[in-house]
T-cell receptor, first 115, second 113 residues
Framework: AQSVAQPEDQVNVAEGNPLTVKCTYS??????LFWYVQYPNRGLQFLLK??????LVKGSYGFEAEFNKSQTSFHLKKPSALVSDSALYFC?????????????FGDGTTLTVKP | DTAVSQTPKYLVTQMGNDKSIKCEQN?????MYWYKQDSKKFLKIMFS???????INETVPNRFSPKSPDKAHLNLHINSLELGDSAVYFC????????????FGEGSRLTVL
């Protein structure tokens, strides 16, 4: 079975400060890892993914994430937060083994950036 | 030009009724999905089709039946609606089932009274 943990329900940061949204995963085989963002009353939007190669992945809107195999983590980061980054963030995992296409999502982390 | 479109956006109905939600994608993707997001915002996969073939069928009551007439469309029919079916249902598609990111529709909010 595969699972994702986002240990923080809520992350609060001041505008201009760096932000981190945490994600750890459990999966058989190697992971494919994804981050999505959801604004109120909207569908999820893709931010970035790790499939293979460089552990540091850069994505949309200045976000990046680092794949750490030993810690089974894929934390989302941004050097300088904007008020407009305030939203609900989801980490998701797929396995390279079986269950083709099955993404398991974390419970989400609400990011609030204050001016 | 909307990539993944779902209709209707809002659906309010009585218990016991049958309803359908339609989804279309114009991205040329081979794989389509239905996800359910509950009131706590938790997301769970329900079904996935690849080129009209069912490849994922999670533990979902058989009152829920997906239908894929072609690879650009994936509809969801729900029989005998129950209060617990109230949720937001998201359609999504991906270019490739394993490594492709998901493109989501805007969601269909179902309220069962």
């Amino acid at each position: 079975a595969q699972s994702v943990a986002q240990p923080e329900d809520q992350v609060n940061v001041a505008e201009g400060n760096p932000l981190t949204v945490k994600c750890t995963y459990s999966v058989s085989g190697n992971p494919y890892l994804f981050w999505y963002v959801q604004y109120p009353n909207r569908g999820l939007q893709f931010l970035l993914k790790y499939i293979t190669g460089d552990n540091l992945v850069k994505g949309s809107y200045g976000f990046e994430a680092e794949f750490n195999k030993s810690q089974t983590s894929f934390h989302l980061k941004k050097p300088s937060a904007l008020v407009s980054d305030s939203a609900l963030y989801f980490c998701a995992v797929r396995s390279t083994l079986g269950n083709a296409g099955k993404s398991t999502f974390g419970d989400g982390t609400t990011l609030t950036v204050k001016p | 030009d909307t990539a993944v479109s779902q209709t209707p956006k809002y659906l309010v109905t009585q218990m016991g009724n049958d309803k359908s939600i339609k989804c279309e994608q114009n991205l040329g993707h081979d794989t389509m999905y239905w996800y359910k997001q509950d009131s706590k915002k938790f997301l769970k996969i329900m079904f996935s089709y690849n080129n009209k073939e069912l490849i994922i069928n999670e533990t979902v009551p058989n009152r829920f039946s997906p239908k894929s007439p072609d690879k650009a469309h994936l509809n969801l029919h729900i029989n005998s609606l129950e209060l617990g079916d109230s949720a937001v249902y998201f359609c999504a598609s991906s270019q490739e089932a394993n490594t492709g990111e998901l493109f989501f529709g805007e969601g269909s909010r179902l309220t069962v009274l």
